[in-house]
């Protein structure tokens, strides 16, 4: 299979990273607007083309991976060369199948919606397939896909709940760990300390979750004695809001991404 990479930022990077571990990837043709950039990236797979069009003359599958305030001016770009037989791949948050098949006059479209946790092959990746997608080019692109982690195959019209729950998501749960973390800090634990169990309280409840597939309710009530410490601390939580105040931050950020969707709509640049 022959890949092209338009745009090496932390997306296109990760892209290429993985695509260079898959054995049926034997061309990658990588472009950047700063090409100086990604020269050293230069060896007998990967190809540092002068401009997308070579990208996408050279390649069969195209992963666009530019901000979405950029998609108007490489659209303009790469529209120049002929993509009817070409696969794009969409990292682009906002820029729906329609606004990339008009633009593009491209019917095998494969848009995904990636997150930070890719970079360790953890991640979640929502993707949708355009309409008329070759299906017999899906179950390669599946499996590279799935290097970057789990893929969950859904209408695009549930992205922006994804950007909010699984793009954003990390950045919160980050949060919510450096807090344990303080708290152990200001109960007299060293940082060090703090950080090493406050990973594996973490990984525990998930696993708890995972394994025991029960509600979270019931686990929680697992852990909670009559009168005893958890309880409080329950009771603390419900007082001050956790619950509202979590729901609330992912669904501001839902109404966020779904703004982001509507100004791209037609193919218009974003204010940035
Ligand atoms: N990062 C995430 O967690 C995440 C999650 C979900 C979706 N996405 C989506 O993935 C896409 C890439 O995000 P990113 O975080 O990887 O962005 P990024 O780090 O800013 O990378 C984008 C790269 O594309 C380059 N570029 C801009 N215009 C170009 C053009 N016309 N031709 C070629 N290269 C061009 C940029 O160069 P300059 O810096 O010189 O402009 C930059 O190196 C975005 O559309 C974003 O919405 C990202």
Redesign the pocket.
């Known amino acids: 299979m022959k890949i092209g990479i338009?745009?090496?930022?932390?997306?296109?990077g990760i892209f290429l990273e993985k695509c260079l571990a898959t054995s049926f990837i034997e061309k990658i043709n990588i472009?950047?607007?700063?090409n100086d950039k990604i020269q050293h990236y230069k060896n007998n797979r990967i190809k540092v083309c002068k401009f997308?069009c070579e990208v996408v003359e050279e390649s069969e599958n195209i992963i666009l991976?530019?901000?979405?305030q950029?998609s108007m001016?490489?659209f303009s770009?790469i529209s120049k060369s002929d993509l009817s037989g070409k696969v794009i791949i969409s990292?682009?948050?906002g820029v729906s199948i329609q606004v990339l098949r008009n633009s593009l006059g491209c019917s095998n479209i494969l848009r995904i919606?990636?997150?930070?946790a890719c970079s360790v092959g953890n991640g979640v990746i929502a993707a949708d397939f355009s309409e008329s997608f070759d299906e017999n080019s899906k179950p390669e692109l599946i499996q590279l896909i799935s290097k970057l982690g789990k893929i969950f195959i859904m209408d695009e019209r549930y992205f922006p709940a994804l950007t909010s729950i699984s793009?954003s998501g990390p950045a919160f749960i980050f949060v919510i760990i450096e807090s344990f973390i303080d708290a152990g800090i200001k109960m007299g634990l060293s940082y060090d300390l703090a950080y090493s169990i406050v990973m594996e309280v973490f990984d525990g409840s998930v696993e708890m979750m995972r394994q025991s597939k029960k509600h979270p309710a019931e686990l929680k009530n697992k852990a909670t004695s009559p009168a005893g410490t958890t309880i409080e601390g329950i009771y603390t939580l419900e007082n001050e809001g956790l619950r509202g105040t979590i729901m609330k931050t992912l669904i501001e950020c839902y109404n966020k991404a779904k703004q982001f969707d509507s100004s791209l709509k037609g193919g218009i640049k974003l204010e940035e």
């Open positions: 338009i745009g090496i930022g932390t997306i296109g472009y950047d607007k700063e997308p991976a530019v901000r979405p950029d001016e490489l770009e990292t682009m948050s919606m990636p997150n930070v793009g």
